[in-house]
């Protein structure tokens, strides 16, 4: 018994361990798509001087 409790203990610190990793990405990507859309129109104004 005292085995399950153990893996069941290992099991809830990796599911809470899984969440903050899935928050952590999901800020990453938030940034990532706010670099990527500066990037872009920057990319067209300067595409747009160059015409």
Not at 4 to 28: A, F, S
Not at 34 to 45: K, M, P
């Amino acid at each position: 018994m005292e085995k399950y409790g153990t893996e069941l203990k290992l099991l809830t610190e990796l599911d809470e361990r899984h969440d903050e990793l899935l928050h952590e990405l999901g800020e990453l990507d938030q940034q990532v798509e706010s670099v990527l859309a500066c990037w872009l129109a920057d990319r067209e104004e300067r595409l747009k001087k160059a015409s």
